[in-house]
C-alpha cells in the first residue's frame, strides 16, 4: 500500500484578516462620526476614504502571506487601527496634512512589502556591525549641514532635499538597534562578567564601560547640536535598555541612572531648551511662563475638558493648541475620547508592545533577539515619553506619537519596525517547525 501524501501546510492568517476588518470597522465608524459632528453629513467621498484604507492594508496582508506567512497575526492590525485612528483626528484639524498622511500610507505600506521581500534573515544583518553604526550617524549628523538642514519650533532635525523634507533620526534611530544588538551579542560574555578586581570585589572591566561613555556622550551631543531633548533621552533609555537586557546586572542600571542624573545637570546648565522645559514642566501655569507653555498648559485644559467619555469626535475645542496633529495629538484625542479613548490608546500600545517583547522571547539568537527587543522598546519609549510628557509624568519632549501623530518620517520608519518584527517572528516559527534544537547561541 502506498504511503499517504503528507498533508499540505496551511498558513491561515485568517486571525490577521479578521482583527484588520474590526480595525477597517472601528476606523470608519470614527471618520463618519468625526465628519456628522463638524460638517453635518457623512464623508463625501467615504467611498474613496475606504477603498484606500482597504486596500493598502490588504497590500500589505497578502505580501505578509507571500514572504512571512507564520509571522504574528496581531502586530499589523494594531498598527493600522493606530494609524487609522491618528488619521482621523488629523482629518478633523488639518484635511491638508491627513492627505500627506495617507500618501505616506502608501509609502509605508510599500516599505513593508520590499523589507519582507528583500530582508530573508535578520541574522544576516549582523555582518554590517559598523556599517549601520556608520549609516546611523551620518544620518544623524545630516541635518546639521549648511543649506540642506531645517530649524523648525528651535529644533534642527530635518533634512530638506528640494521639496522632500523628512527627519533622517527617525531611520537612525533603527540602525543604532543594529548595531547595539551586534555589539551587545558579540560582548555578552565580557559585559556580564566581572573580572578585574577592585578595592577586594571583582568587577567588569573599566574598558568594558567605554561604549557606555560614548552613548553618554552622543545623547548629549546630539542635544546640544539639535537642540533635541526627545531623541536624546531616547537613545540613551534604549541603550541602557539593551544593556541590562543583554547582561541582567542591576549594576547597569544604577550605573544609567547616575549617568542620566549627571547628564540632565550638565544639560541644565548648558542648553537653555533644557532649561525651558524643565521650567515649563514645573510651573506651566504662572503669567510669565504661560505664553511660552501654553502648548503643555492647553494640552491639559483639552484632557481636563474630555472627562471619562469625552466630547465625542469632532465636538473637541482643541483647535488653539500648537502642534495640535503631531506633538499634543494625544491631548486632542483625550479630549474627544475622554479617558476611555486615552485607555484604548494605551492598551493598543501595550498590545503591540507584549507581541514584540514575545517574539524577543521566542528568537534563537542573541542578535535576533536583541534587535527584537530594540526595536520593540523603541516604539514603546517614544510612546511613553510622548504621552508621559502631555500628562506632565516627565518634562515635554515633543516627539511624535507611534502610528498615530501626524508625520511621513515617523511613520515610515514605525512600519519598517513593523516590517522587521514580522521576519524575525516568521523567523521563529519556521525555526520551530524545522525541529531545531532550540538553544542560546553567542552570536
Excluded: C
Amino acid at each position: 500500500m502506498a504511503a499517504p501524501a503528507p498533508a499540505r501546510e496551511s498558513h491561515s492568517r485568517s486571525t490577521e484578516l479578521g482583527l484588520m476588518f474590526l480595525a477597517w470597522v472601528i476606523v470608519t465608524a470614527f471618520y463618519v462620526l468625526m465628519s456628522l459632528a463638524t460638517k453635518g453629513h457623512v464623508p463625501a467621498r467615504l467611498d474613496v476614504f475606504l477603498g484606500v484604507v482597504i486596500s493598502v492594508s490588504l497590500a500589505m496582508h497578502v505580501a505578509i502571506r507571500r514572504y512571512a506567512p507564520r509571522a504574528s497575526q496581531v502586530l499589523l492590525p494594531v498598527a493600522t487601527l493606530l494609524n487609522g485612528i491618528g488619521y482621523v483626528e488629523i482629518a478633523r484639524w488639518d484635511p491638508t496634512e491627513a492627505g500627506y498622511q495617507s500618501l505616506w500610507f502608501v509609502v509605508s505600506a510599500l516599505i513593508v512589502v520590499v523589507t519582507l521581500k528583500l530582508v530573508k534573515s535578520i541574522r544576516d544583518l549582523d555582518r554590517y556591525r559598523y556599517l549601520t553604526l556608520a549609516a546611523a550617524m551620518a544620518l544623524m549628523l545630516a541635518p546639521l549641514t549648511p543649506h540642506f538642514g531645517r530649524n523648525i519650533n528651535g529644533a534642527r532635525l530635518w533634512l530638506a532635499l528640494g521639496p522632500l523634507s523628512f527627519q533622517p533620526i527617525e531611520v537612525a534611530k533603527i540602525l543604532l538597534v543594529f548595531f547595539f544588538a551586534s555589539y551587545f551579542a558579540a560582548n555578552r560574555e565580557l559585559l556580564s562578567t566581572p573580572t578585574q578586581r577592585f578595592a577586594g570585589r571583582l568587577i567588569v572591566p573599566p574598558k568594558v564601560l567605554v561604549p557606555i561613555l560614548v552613548a553618554w556622550g552622543v545623547a548629549l551631543l546630539i542635544l546640544g547640536g539639535e537642540n533635541d531633548i526627545g531623541f536624546a533621552m531616547m537613545l540613551f533609555a534604549l541603550f541602557f535598555a539593551m544593556l541590562w537586557v543583554t547582561t541582567g546586572l542591576k549594576s547597569y542600571l544604577a550605573l544609567g541612572l547616575a549617568l542620566f542624573a549627571g547628564g540632565a545637570v550638565i544639560a541644565d546648565q548648558l542648553f537653555s531648551q533644557v532649561q525651558a522645559r524643565v521650567s515649563f514642566w514645573l510651573d506651566p501655569w504662572s503669567a510669565t511662563n504661560f505664553y511660552h507653555s501654553s502648548q503643555l498648559a492647553l494640552g491639559w485644559f483639552s484632557l481636563a475638558a474630555g472627562g471619562v467619555a469625552g466630547t465625542g469626535l469632532g465636538l473637541g475645542q482643541s483647535g488653539n493648541i500648537p502642534a495640535i496633529t503631531s506633538d499634543m495629538i494625544f491631548a486632542a484625542l483625550g479630549e474627544e475620547l475622554g479617558f476611555v479613548g486615552i485607555i484604548l490608546i494605551l492598551s493598543l500600545f501595550a498590545v503591540f508592545v507584549g507581541e514584540g517583547f514575545r517574539i524577543a522571547q521566542r528568537s534563537h539568537s542573541d542578535f535576533v533577539r536583541l534587535t527584537a527587543t530594540g526595536l520593540t522598546a523603541t516604539i514603546g519609549l517614544q510612546s511613553f515619553f510622548i504621552m508621559a510628557g502631555i500628562l506632565r509624568l516627565i518634562p515635554f519632549t515633543g516627539i511624535t506619537l507611534p502610528f498615530v501623530a501626524y508625520g511621513g518620517s515617523s511613520l515610515f520608519a514605525n512600519y519598517l519596525i513593523v516590517a522587521l518584527l514580522l521576519r524575525i517572528s516568521h523567523e521563529n516559527a519556521q525555526q520551530r517547525r524545522g525541529g531545531e534544537v532550540v538553544a542560546v547561541s553567542f552570536d
